[in-house]
């Protein structure tokens, strides 16, 4: 006889944005909100009653609802709020989990009155996943699409090589990739202190991109570990790391055929190849700790 197993149901990529005016002064928070809901849901399924179902458009609603009577002051917080409601205010939801991802914006100076214009900062997408059973809190936050590159102090020698293998070692490479990071909190519960999520959110992306930066790297594995251990030891609200780390490659061009060297001391030209690509996958844990976040980032 077949059993119904794990299931979930809300309402995805609820987009809202908040703008706050402080006289002459805007802010802005521009987020994409999913709600997922669990717990006693067997008859929707069995019979098609939905006795116990919230309906998503509710959960749309609330959505823009708590934008305005709560505000939003972070992903985190704004998260946290949503999935409390949920599991608190509907007796048959049991579990709430909210995925969130953040789109900066930066002011655009000008001589004009006011602080009212902003432009789409960089590339990065903020990420957060907060997840509540009515006792306790899983925060995972995080960021996607950060693109980074070391052009010098990097290298990539000494490998297994077969029948198969062409690659050259190389002595002086480009370190090139684009960073999709998630990192879990300590917070667990109401009785501790909770972090002060923009902060730390700045504070560990600081400190990822300084150990990116300073490592010089015999790989990327090792550049991987140097900025998941970097973030371990500086922020102690954090208790696991990981990252996805696709390589983007860059090859030096073959000028030969024109007559032409193409020295890195002088300026090297490069080709940059966007796949196939090298993908560098690993967790960094505080001692003690056990890893809980999917090896899969694209789940989280």
Same mark, same amino acid.
């Given at each position: ?8 149901? /809300?309402? &995805? ?37 939905? %006795? ?21 002051? $972070? ?19 049991? #579990? &709430? ?13 000008? $001589? ?23 006792? &306790? ?42 960073? $999709? ?12 202190? %909770? ?10 992306? #600081? ?5 990116? %930066?300073?490592?010089? $790297? ?10 998941? %251990?970097?973030?371990?030891?500086? #922020? ?25 060297? @193409?020295?890195? &001391? ?21 001692? /003690? ?9 694209? @789940?989280?």
């Amino acid at each position: 006889m077949p059993i119904l197993g794990q299931n979930q149901y /809300g309402k &995805a990529e609820n987009r809202v944005v908040k703008i706050t005016r402080d006289g002459a002064t805007h802010h802005i928070k521009d987020l994409g909100v999913s709600v997922s809901l669990s717990g006693d849901m067997e008859e929707v399924h069995y019979s098609g009653s939905n %006795a116990n179902v919230l309906p998503t458009d509710t959960t749309k609603n609330t959505v823009y609802a708590f934008a305005k009577e709560h505000g939003i002051e $972070s992903a985190e917080q704004f998260g946290i709020h949503l999935a409390r409601h949920f599991v608190t205010s509907q007796e048959p939801i049991h #579990r &709430a989990r909210i995925r969130i991802q953040e789109y900066a914006w930066e002011r655009i100076e000008h $001589s004009g009155k006011g602080a009212h214009s902003f432009v789409r900062r960089g590339q990065e997408t903020r990420l957060a996943q907060i997840t509540y059973d009515g006792e &306790a809190w899983e925060v995972v936050s995080g960021l996607t699409d950060l693109t980074v590159l070391n052009s010098t102090d990097s290298e990539f020698w000494g490998f297994v090589k077969d029948k198969y293998t062409t690659l050259p070692e190389a002595h002086d490479r480009v370190l090139a990739t684009e960073v $999709s990071g998630r990192w879990r909190y300590h917070w667990t519960d109401d009785e501790q202190e %909770a972090p002060d999520w923009d902060d730390s959110y700045e504070q560990t992306k #600081r400190h990822l991109l300084r150990a990116f %930066a300073e490592t010089y $790297s015999l790989s990327l594995q090792q550049t991987l570990y140097a900025m998941g %251990a970097r973030v371990i030891d500086n #922020r102690g609200e954090i208790d696991e790391v990981r990252f996805s780390l696709p390589n983007k490659h860059h090859f030096l061009v073959d000028l030969a055929p024109f007559g032409l060297e @193409n020295d890195t &001391a002088d300026g090297a030209v490069y080709f940059a190849a966007d796949r196939p690509y090298g993908l560098i996958e690993a967790t960094v844990l505080r001692d /003690g700790c056990e890893a809980k976040i999917p090896t899969d980032l694209t @789940n989280l």
